[in-house]
């Protein structure tokens, strides 16, 4: 692990965005900058943050944790469902295939928790045992794990109603997903959750829920995006379940997130900004969830300079 210092100094060279001339259009996402190239994409992960749908600046760091985490839960899932990736020749890029994204994201969850108005507990906590078309019974707590892992999927932001709850019956009937391919996904996405479980104890850590964005190239099912992050799963210390399970402390986004509330602020309007001790205290927290999950240390690469990226990308092409 770097010392407090070391992330300290390293909190004003966060990278925004990188550019890379040839490469075709550039799309900038919340967190990634993305190029066409001859028929793939070149992701580059960067360390912008982003919480409430809102960009809040950037943690040193980050963008390399989270791209090379998620690069390790691909290799560890292979045998489950294959991915996207072509390459990853820099420790902030990800030269991946093109594939057609399906337009429902898929939410694998554990347990009953969550605190917005479409989350688990807050639906079953209103009287709704069918959410999402999937019976729950009676008598559970917040934070209680589910008898089995369910899957709560929404449509995708971009198509229009971010958030917007589906059942398997809805997504047939819109045509969204054809039945045999979400058989498919609904059987991948459980095997991804329980095998990200098992490896998430054993790092001492739950895996509570996550996000997973699966796709086709040439009519095969393949994953895609990051998997198994803590900017896309939550996750808690087994620790601190056993200790008390009604007070879980998070080692995910949700601590980043717990600031900004704290400080007022909740998505609308100009959020404040982090000051550099509690930047380092994040960037120790992605790269804490890299380091426990994957075992290894965790060695932060340059700062990728325009020229190097291009030298890398263009040699994972030959």
Known sequence: MLTHQELLEAVPNALEHVDLTGFGTKF????????????????????????????????????????QLSSWWFTQTKDIVP??????????????????????????RGFITGVTKTSLWSLYGSGMREAYGIKLPDGLR???????????PTTKAEAGGHDERLTRTEIFDRGLVAPAIWE?????????????????????LILVDTKYEFGLIEGQLVIIDEMHTPDSSRYWTL??????????????????????VMHGYKGDGVPPVMPPQFVAQVAARY?????????????PGVLPANARIQKNVLEARV
């Open 28 to 67: 900038t996402g919340k967190v990634r900058d993305m190029y066409h190239h001859n028929g793939s994409r070149i992701l580059i992960t960067t360390d912008r943050i982003s919480a409430f749908d809102v960009v809040l600046g950037t943690i040193p760091f980050k963008g390399q944790a989270l791209n």
């Open 142 to 152: 917040k934070n209680d794990a589910l008898p089995e892992p369910i899957i709560t």
């Open 184 to 204: 498919q996904v609904e059987r991948v996405a459980v095997a991804l959750f329980k095998r990200g479980q098992e490896i998430a104890r054993e790092a001492g």
């Open 239 to 260: 620790e601190s379940v056993e200790l008390d399970a009604s007070n879980p402390k998070n080692f995910d986004k949700e601590f980043l997130r717990e600031w900004f």
């Open 287 to 299: 790269i804490a969830a890299y380091e426990k999950l994957t075992g290894l240390e965790f060695v």
């Open 83 to 108: 991915n996207h990736v072509l390459s990853v020749p820099d420790e902030n890029v990800t030269v991946a295939r093109e594939a057609v994204p399906l337009p429902v994201e898929v939410i694998v």
